[in-house]
């Protein structure tokens, strides 16, 4: 969860790398660091804090002019945040310097080993103990950088993306990973490397993405080499981004969470295109095409996911079962991997994740492929680890979402399922070709719809100023719309810290209508047309006990909006599109409350944007 740059090359390093910590910082910022090699000595910068109190330390403490370096922003695992368990952190003979993204499970017997060899440490994190025990076995086998490096990675137990760099060896960074993503960037100018693509797109749209157990030989004027753990060689693949420098940018918005939820009309459409056509009559995901005979076979899908991506597995569980009548489950990717479930090898199994780079969700997917599981992808970040592992997959085409918490990501995943559920559907001749035609002709009309909602977004600020300084809210939903209602909770909690909870509201009598009163506000969608009554009759209850109503109705749905306390219109949709309408104004909810409460909306506290650690 971490984030990590560095460079080699021809230009001054340091503004490089503060530049790269910026657009890495929603990985994590809790501290920061920087370390440059000039003059055969590693000068290191380092402090709690967020990328701006590194920028102030550096130009209060300038560091030497340099043409290497490494930096890191941190989500602290091991050691609270602070200065000292800040990276990069140094050997004990300050000849080596790394920066680390992971968890290594076995540090403590590392480091109990190694003290009794004579190191001493100054952190608490197991990344220390890491750079230690390369600096033992350089020391010991008299190695160049890279072979201490494999010798010590055969020791490690856990996940890693690490950056090593050695003052006697200046013309050369080694990088490695295991279960957490590291990525090189080839430009003009010299290479990067990092934890994702966005401090490398500025410079050079070539990359090449490191697999688990690779380690990469980065050396100035020559070819990256790369072997594995074992050390035999691996063949580079250079791949081009399709990234660009302003879908990294704020672009006049105030935080990076406004610009992604305003950017869903063309993501939801970006979603659709070329993959579905309502005037002819067609619907294709060309992820499925190769394996249609499997996937039709398939007794049950299981769907995977953490946190959004779970919540929108949810809503696709609704959307097969409902349009292809295909059995599903859908699990948390977290519990997944060690309740010992039950996979047969004839199920399809289908990971969804913004990054794809979840660790839990890959693990998941790890076990699945052992059973002879087929496993597909639904994920954001093209060539990301999921989307390497999984047998076939769907891009959901969003671009890069910066905000901790996802909006676009959610909405392009919830429509990646409705594709999948209509084309299986059309092809297993379980819908009506009316029905079929409609629910087409009405999806290329959402990204309008959204649009629609979001032209005109004061009263939904006004009624987050009437609501923001309460302590709790309760979320309601049927059917489509209970996983939307889950969402909306989870944006509240994530960025305005109100505690909040998502329940079906047939189950507010099971325990939540105990909570409420007059300082309780109730945020009901209500758009089920199938459900309205008994919707109404969950309106009537809690206004009964003096509870606050918040709906999100329907312009049809006069009775209710005479009921409650406020209403947020949006258009009207056929209730399995609903999601995609009914949770704009949740995100736009969450967002108005938590900028009026003074938090930082794209980095909420003890957050990263991507899940890499356990």
């Given at each position: 969860m971490c984030g990590i740059v560095g460079y080699?090359?021809?230009?001054?390093?340091?503004?490089?790398?503060?530049?790269?910590?910026?657009?890495?910082?929603?990985?994590?910022?809790?501290?920061?660091?920087?370390?440059v090699l000039a003059h055969e000595a590693i000068h290191v910068r380092k402090c709690k804090g967020k990328v701006s109190d590194l920028e102030r330390n550096v130009q209060q403490q300038p560091l030497p002019p340099a043409h290497i370096g490494i930096a890191h922003?941190?989500?602290?695992?091991?050691?609270?945040?602070?200065?000292?368990?800040?990276?990069?952190?140094?050997?004990g003979n300050r000849r080596l310097a790394i920066v680390?993204?992971?968890?290594?499970?076995?540090?403590?017997?590392?480091?109990?080993?190694?003290?009794?060899?004579?190191?001493?440490?100054?952190?608490?994190?197991?990344?220390?103990?890491?750079?230690?025990?390369i600096e033992e076995y350089q020391q010991r086998e008299q190695c160049t950088l890279a072979e201490a490096v494999r010798s010590a990675l055969k020791r490690v137990v856990g996940a890693y993306a690490i950056v090593v760099m050695d003052c006697s060896q200046p013309d050369q960074l080694v990088a490695a990973r295991m279960s957490s993503p590291l990525v090189i960037g080839l430009a003009d100018?010299?290479?990067?490397?990092?934890?994702?693509?966005?401090?490398?797109?500025?410079?050079?749209?070539?990359?090449?993405?490191?697999?688990?157990?690779?380690?990469?030989?980065?050396?100035?004027?020559?070819?990256?080499?790369?072997?594995?753990?074992?050390?035999?060689?691996?063949?580079?693949?250079?791949?081009?981004?399709?990234?660009?420098?302003e879908e990294i940018e704020k672009?006049?918005?105030?935080?990076?969470?406004?610009?992604?939820?305003?950017?869903?009309?063309?993501?939801?459409?970006?979603?659709?295109?070329?993959?579905?056509?309502?005037?002819?009559?067609?619907?294709?995901?060309?992820?499925?095409?190769?394996?249609?005979?499997?996937?039709?076979?398939?007794?049950?899908?299981?769907?995977?996911?953490?946190?959004?991506?779970?919540?929108?597995?949810?809503?696709?569980?609704?959307?097969?079962?409902?349009?292809?009548?295909?059995?599903?489950?859908?699990?948390?990717?977290?519990e997944f991997r060690y309740r010992n479930p039950v996979i047969r090898n004839d199920e399809v199994v289908i990971a969804i994740s913004q990054s794809g780079e979840t660790l839990d969700t890959m693990a998941a997917l790890e076990l699945a492929k052992r059973e002879g599981?087929?496993?597909?992808?639904?994920?954001?970040?093209?060539?990301?680890?999921?989307?390497?592992?999984?047998?076939?997959?769907?891009?959901?085409?969003?671009?890069?979402?910066?905000?901790?918490?996802?909006?676009?990501?959610?909405?392009?995943?919830?429509?990646v399922l409705t594709l999948m559920a209509l084309y299986l559907a059309h092809l297993k001749g379980v819908i009506s070709r009316s029905?079929?035609?409609?629910?087409?002709?009405?999806?290329?009309?959402?990204?309008?719809?959204?649009?629609?909602?979001?032209?005109?977004?004061?009263?939904?600020?006004?009624?987050?100023?009437?609501?923001?300084?309460?302590?709790?809210?309760?979320?309601l939903g049927r059917g489509y719309n209970f996983p939307v209602a889950l969402e909306g909770a989870l944006k509240l909690k994530e960025i305005s810290y109100i505690h909040a909870e998502g329940y079906p509201a047939a189950e507010m009598k099971h325990g939540p209508i105990a909570l409420i009163d007059e300082n309780m506000p109730v945020i009901v969608i209500t758009t089920n047309t199938s459900a309205h009554d008994k919707i109404k009759s969950n309106i009537e209850e809690i206004k009964a006990r003096?509870?606050?109503?918040?709906?999100?109705?329907?312009?049809?749905?006069?009775?209710?909006?005479?009921?409650?306390d406020y209403s947020i219109t949006i258009p009207k949709t056929i209730e399995p599109l609903s999601p995609l309408l009914s949770v704009i104004p949740l995100q736009l909810l969450a967002y108005y409350i938590a900028v009026m409460r003074g938090c930082n909306v794209d980095q909420p506290r003890n957050l990263a944007k991507s899940v890499t650690v356990e």
């Amino acid at each position: 969860m971490c984030g990590i740059v560095g460079y080699i090359g021809s230009t001054d390093v340091t503004p490089l790398l503060i530049e790269g910590l910026k657009r890495l910082e929603y990985r994590g910022y809790d501290s920061a660091g920087i370390a440059v090699l000039a003059h055969e000595a590693i000068h290191v910068r380092k402090c709690k804090g967020k990328v701006s109190d590194l920028e102030r330390n550096v130009q209060q403490q300038p560091l030497p002019p340099a043409h290497i370096g490494i930096a890191h922003t941190r989500w602290a695992t091991h050691g609270e945040p602070n200065h000292v368990n800040a990276h990069p952190h140094l050997s004990g003979n300050r000849r080596l310097a790394i920066v680390h993204n992971g968890i290594i499970e076995n540090y403590h017997e590392l480091r109990q080993a190694l003290a009794e060899l004579g190191h001493h440490f100054i952190s608490d994190t197991d990344t220390e103990v890491l750079v230690h025990l390369i600096e033992e076995y350089q020391q010991r086998e008299q190695c160049t950088l890279a072979e201490a490096v494999r010798s010590a990675l055969k020791r490690v137990v856990g996940a890693y993306a690490i950056v090593v760099m050695d003052c006697s060896q200046p013309d050369q960074l080694v990088a490695a990973r295991m279960s957490s993503p590291l990525v090189i960037g080839l430009a003009d100018e010299g290479y990067f490397v990092a934890s994702d693509a966005t401090p490398i797109v500025p410079h050079t749209n070539k990359v090449i993405y490191l697999n688990d157990g690779e380690i990469a030989l980065i050396r100035r004027n020559s070819k990256v080499q790369i072997t594995n753990i074992d050390n035999q060689i691996c063949t580079p693949q250079v791949q081009e981004l399709d990234m660009k420098l302003e879908e990294i940018e704020k672009g006049g918005y105030p935080h990076f969470m406004l610009k992604e939820i305003h950017q869903q009309p063309l993501t939801v459409a970006d979603a659709m295109r070329g993959r579905i056509d309502s005037k002819v009559g067609w619907i294709r995901l060309g992820g499925m095409t190769e394996h249609l005979n499997r996937i039709l076979r398939a007794p049950k899908f299981t769907l995977l996911g953490c946190g959004t991506s779970w919540h929108a597995a949810l809503i696709g569980e609704y959307l097969l079962e409902d349009i292809a009548r295909i059995p599903v489950e859908v699990e948390y990717a977290s519990e997944f991997r060690y309740r010992n479930p039950v996979i047969r090898n004839d199920e399809v199994v289908i990971a969804i994740s913004q990054s794809g780079e979840t660790l839990d969700t890959m693990a998941a997917l790890e076990l699945a492929k052992r059973e002879g599981a087929f496993t597909y992808g639904i994920v954001n970040v093209v060539g990301s680890s999921i989307a390497r592992m999984t047998q076939a997959g769907s891009y959901i085409h969003c671009g890069p979402e910066i905000g901790v918490a996802s909006t676009k990501a959610f909405t392009g995943q919830v429509t990646v399922l409705t594709l999948m559920a209509l084309y299986l559907a059309h092809l297993k001749g379980v819908i009506s070709r009316s029905y079929f035609h409609q629910l087409l002709t009405e999806l290329e009309t959402i990204p309008e719809k959204i649009q629609t909602i979001l032209r005109d977004t004061s009263h939904i600020e006004y009624i987050a100023s009437e609501i923001k300084d309460n302590n709790n809210a309760l979320y309601l939903g049927r059917g489509y719309n209970f996983p939307v209602a889950l969402e909306g909770a989870l944006k509240l909690k994530e960025i305005s810290y109100i505690h909040a909870e998502g329940y079906p509201a047939a189950e507010m009598k099971h325990g939540p209508i105990a909570l409420i009163d007059e300082n309780m506000p109730v945020i009901v969608i209500t758009t089920n047309t199938s459900a309205h009554d008994k919707i109404k009759s969950n309106i009537e209850e809690i206004k009964a006990r003096k509870g606050k109503v918040i709906a999100i109705t329907t312009v049809e749905q006069s009775d209710i909006q005479a009921l409650v306390d406020y209403s947020i219109t949006i258009p009207k949709t056929i209730e399995p599109l609903s999601p995609l309408l009914s949770v704009i104004p949740l995100q736009l909810l969450a967002y108005y409350i938590a900028v009026m409460r003074g938090c930082n909306v794209d980095q909420p506290r003890n957050l990263a944007k991507s899940v890499t650690v356990e």
